[in-house]
């Protein structure tokens, strides 16, 4: 809220083998809030998603987090200095309880590598055993006790949802990017994701956000950036990209749904 | 990011030239005695090229990296071997087509058996399981004939001694070359081969659906191509062009149980070279590494010929995993 | 979640340790003789050889369970340390050490432990650059180098061997000294034995400290998905380098035991086979498992001694080629039907059949 930016790009281009897939794109966001994009399929929302978590570099422009430079970092380091995602196809680890997903969550706050693992250090231990009580504590707010020693990979598709979410979070990230959320969820499922949403922001995490799910997208959004074609049309809050012409022509006033 | 890199490699390749000839020059070579080491390298690179082939086009379909490749190279030099030795009729030469032909068929039919059997069922399995079966084929297969021949080398006279009266291999000499009458057959071979190959994949409708089944699968699937049925044909080919190259070979190295392994490598690494996509680049690594290998160990060490594949493996792997002749892919990840 | 574990795993060393002791107490006071399946009698030879081995495979698991990356070479690093062992002690005088410093009982030991660290520091280099490549690069890079080591053995790093033969080409190395701590030899069998078992119960219980540490929970979920293990922070090129310089250095030490067990070292303990026979015993202990390699060597050794003395009953002639048949399809068959390694395959069929507790995450 307090009006700093947390993540900026200007100018940020991407070409997959001569396609334009983003094209001088700027976005702003602010610390503290829950920024949408939105945009029809192939716009390039995940393309940007992954250009800022450092899954793609961008062909041009410029990309800064709280003033610095990212454009260069791997997905690691934008990790280890809190710039976290979830995936639009849910990436959950095989064979691991919903609690060890979690637990790899926390892996940045520690510090033990593989020497002190391999010997079992006092350190090592020590760690180990704050995370099990942050484990559980993420657990508690994500209503994930219960299941705690399921594989996640067997839950059912809301489960899921929140298990990314709850590993995410473990990271105490300060922007966390949530790649469609929403996607397969029914209405109370969609209006638990919302709240869960709401208070992860008031927690002071910014989030960025790509949803299909509109009234999701109006409901959650302080300000929303659309996209079209690759390029950056339009931003707002959710009421006044509502009204705007070259935003209903290019995505609300077609087919939403996919 | 592109440039540095290649030229990283372009400055690798001086150094490495560099240095053969350094070592060249120690043993006073000229320029016959590289002239010859090329000619020479020409042949085995030819088979490699082959086996390379075998390699891209399982993999373009399949992701898989048969490791039983080299196996397939091994049991058409050995059935042909057994099979020739058995003079089944009078004429030498209709021996060794018999024997042949035989070899192609039932090591085709080994590709296919090992398709439909053994990687049908782990079709959705992650790469390294399959990778691992793959292995665990080829030992069978080494240790099969192992049974079946013993642990001794099977004997293929050169082909020109079934077209000449003379009993050893016919020695040409051009520009002061030696070139051996069985370099010929397997230039005229290999080359034959890989005509016929590219007019199957242009011209031939299975050949296209095997090129749409190679680059995308949901596509092709899409078309009405069944790409499961193209995995078996992809392994059957691999076989069958294996086969050859082992056929073609065996004159030269005596067919033995265990040759599969160090050819299969041979063979892998050059399609590694090549990029492991696309079968022109396959050949053209295949010859490569022919080359390289061969000039290698003739300024250094004969012992240490098999080493070089492994050298130039990692260095491929570490300098220009794309391949040497192929463009750099950016693959969707996410 | 982790304090039950933890109690089993300890439990369960606690236990094989005892199991160890028991053996070479009995074998040495000759209070009985075990005479399984085999149909031959267990000797100090069969278990040092199983306990040499463990270090290995356990090393593999870490990278074929955790990293989701085989290595078709492991038998070229156990023979650099086995080679490095040989050469230092058996060649010391052709390579110029004073014999002050090679005859002396902890220049072994140095080497040993030298020599682990710098195969382990050659697979992370090499790691490091393959493994940026996705897919299973890692496979056919150590295949070529596995076999260019194999070569190297053979052909005397290609040295000429007449100005100074240090691998002793196809004959190999003999004559190299046992393990001594001061002037106490660690030899004969029955000592070896339990350092043999020392060695491979510490690298269990290494393997095992790893996988609770916030580096194995990393290393399990990066052979998954290596896409949210990064968002979650993880060095995923790094973290697999470093565990394949592990299991390379882990296999350097048991090379080093093998060359002081053996006493002699020849390039045929180092083909590509052994590599291939490691690869199948880890896949048999399986994933992240704990007791995957100790459970994997024991098995393929039992197989292995019943083909050699069962064979023989029904067939004529060499059963060599038989073992390489069975194993072959053994590999196949066990990628095909459990390719999370038998041994968790059965752990599976527990856990499933057992109700998740609810509420138990500590």
Redesign the interface.
């Known amino acids: 809220m307090s009006g700093r930016v947390s993540l900026e790009a200007s100018g940020v281009s991407k070409v997959?083998?001569g396609i334009r897939a983003l094209d001088n794109v700027d976005v702003r966001v602010d610390e503290g809030e829950i920024h949408g994009l939105i945009g029809p399929n192939g716009a390039g929302k995940?393309t940007f998603f992954?250009i800022i978590?450092?899954?793609?570099r961008s062909d041009g422009g410029t990309l800064t987090f709280q003033g610095e430079d990212i454009s260069q970092s791997?997905?690691?380091e934008l990790?280890?200095r809190g710039i976290?995602?979830t995936?639009?196809n849910l990436?959950?680890?095989?064979?691991?309880?919903v609690?060890?997903?979690v637990?790899?969550?926390y892996?940045?706050h520690?510090t033990?590598?593989?020497v002190?693992?391999?010997?079992?250090t006092r350190h090592?231990r020590q760690?180990?055993r704050r995370?099990?009580?942050m484990?559980?504590a993420t657990?508690e707010r994500f209503d994930l006790?219960?299941?705690?020693?399921?594989f996640a990979t067997e839950l059912p598709l809301g489960h899921q949802r929140r298990v990314?979410l709850a590993?995410?979070m473990a990271?105490q990230p300060k922007i966390l990017l949530l790649d469609e959320p929403a996607s397969g969820l029914n209405a109370v499922e969609a209006a638990e994701l919302m709240e869960l949403i709401r208070s992860i922001r008031s927690g002071g995490t910014t989030v960025m956000l790509v949803e299909h799910d509109m009234p999701v997208m109006m409901g959650l959004a302080d300000t929303i950036t659309v996209f079209d074609f690759g390029i950056s049309i339009a931003r707002g809050t959710p009421a006044e990209v509502r009204e705007m012409p070259q935003v209903i022509a290019a995505y609300l006033g077609e087919e939403t749904d996919d | 990011m592109r440039l540095p890199m290649s030229a990283r490699s372009a400055g690798i390749g001086l150094v490495l030239i560099a240095i053969i000839l350094r070592l060249g020059n120690g043993r006073g070579f000229g320029a016959t005695e590289y002239a010859q080491l090329t000619v020479d390298g020409l042949r085995s690179g030819s088979i490699y090229a082959l086996i390379a082939v075998g390699f891209v086009v399982v993999f373009n379909v399949t992701k898989v990296i048969n490791f039983a490749q080299g196996a397939f190279v091994m049991l058409g030099a050995m059935i042909t071997a057994d099979v020739y030795s058995r003079s089944l009729t009078g004429s030498d030469l209709l021996n060794l087509v018999i024997a042949a032909s035989i070899a192609i068929v039932l090591t085709t039919a080994v590709g296919v058996v090992t398709d439909i059997v053994f990687m049908r069922p782990i079709r959705k399995s992650n790469d390294l399981v399959k990778i691992i079966v793959t292995v665990g084929l080829f030992t069978a297969l080494e240790g099969l004939a192992l049974l079946k021949w013993g642990p001794n080398a099977l004997r293929l006279p050169a082909f020109n001694t079934f077209l000449t009266d003379n009993p050893r291999d016919t020695n040409y000499r051009p520009f002061g070359l030696l070139v051996k009458g069985q370099s010929i057959w397997i230039w005229l071979a290999t080359i034959t081969l890989l005509i016929a190959l590219s007019w199957f994949f242009t011209k031939t409708m299975k050949g296209r659906a095997f090129r749409a089944s190679a680059s995308n699968e949901l596509a092709a699937n899409l078309m009405g191509i069944n790409s499961v049925a193209m995995a078996t044909v992809a392994f059957g080919l691999a076989a069958a062009l294996g086969a050859v190259g082992g056929i073609l070979i065996a004159p030269a190295t005596a067919p033995i149980y265990d040759m599969g392994l160090r050819l299969g490598l041979k063979g892998f690494v050059s399609a590694v070279t090549g990029g492991l996509r696309s079968v022109s680049g396959a050949v053209a690594g295949g010859i490569l590494l022919g080359v390289i290998e061969n000039v290698a160990a003739g300024v250094t060490k004969a012992g240490l010929r098999d080493i070089w594949s492994a050298v130039i493996l990692i260095l491929v792997l570490l300098y220009r995993p794309e391949g040497l002749f192929a463009g750099k892919r950016e693959t969707e990840k996410v | 979640m982790s304090g039950m574990a933890h109690a089993s795993a300890w439990k369960g060393l606690v236990g094989v340790a005892a199991v160890v002791v028991a053996l070479g107490l009995g074998e040495m006071t000759e209070a009985f003789s075990i005479s399984g399946l085999t149909g031959n009698v267990i000797t100090f030879d069969t278990l040092i050889r199983i306990g040499i081995l463990v270090p290995v495979v356990v090393g593999l698991n870490l990278l074929l369970g955790y990293a989701g990356q085989i290595s078709l070479g492991q038998a070229g690093f156990y023979g650099l340390g086995a080679y490095a062992s040989a050469i230092t002690t058996a060649r010391a005088g052709k390579i110029g050490l004073p014999p002050s410093v090679s005859t002396s009982w902890w220049w072994p030991w140095i080497v040993m432990v030298v020599a682990a660290a710098a195969v382990a520091g050659l697979a992370f280099l090499i790691g490091r650059a393959v493994l940026r490549l996705e897919g299973h690069y890692l496979a056919m890079a150590t295949l070529g180098l596995g076999i260019a080591f194999f070569i190297l053995f053979r052909e005397n790093f290609g040295i000429d061997p007449s100005t100074v033969s240090l691998t002793g080409g196809s004959d190999g190395i003999s004559d190299i000294p046992r393990l001594r701590i001061g002037s106490f030899s660690v030899w004969p069998a029955e000592r070896y034995y339990f350092l043999v078992w020392a060695i491979a119960l510490l690298s269990i219980w290494a393997a095992n400290n790893l996988g609770r540490s916030r580096v194995g929970y990393a290393l399990r979920a990066l052979r998954s998905s290596p896409l949210a293990a990064q968002a979650s922070g993880v060095d995923v090129p790094h973290s697999k380098a470093v565990t394949f310089a592990l299991a390379a250095g882990f296999a350097s030490i048991a090379g080093s035991l093998f060359a002081h067990f053996q006493i002699a070292v020849s390039p045929s303990s180092f083909s590509f086979a052994v590599s291939l026979e490691f690869v199948i015993m880890a896949s048999i202990g399986g994933v992240a498992s704990v007791w995957g390699g100790l459970t994997g060597v024991v098995v393929i050794f039992a197989i292995d001694e019943t083909l050699k003395t069962q064979l023989p009953k029904i067939i004529d002639g060499p059963t060599g080629p038989y073992q390489l048949t069975v194993f072959g399809f053994l590999l196949a068959i066990i990628m095909i039907f459990a390719p999370e390694g038998v041994l968790h395959h059965f752990r599976r069929l527990r856990r499933t059949s057992a109700v998740p507790e609810s509420g138990a995450s500590s």
């Open positions: 997959f083998g995940t992954n978590t450092g899954f793609y791997t997905p690691a990790a280890q976290t995602r995936f639009q990436q959950l680890f095989e064979e691991m309880t609690a060890e997903h637990m790899v969550g892996h940045r520690g033990a590598g593989f002190a693992g391999l010997l079992g090592a760690e180990h995370a099990v009580e484990v559980d657990l006790l219960g299941i705690a020693d399921a990314e590993r995410a990271l």
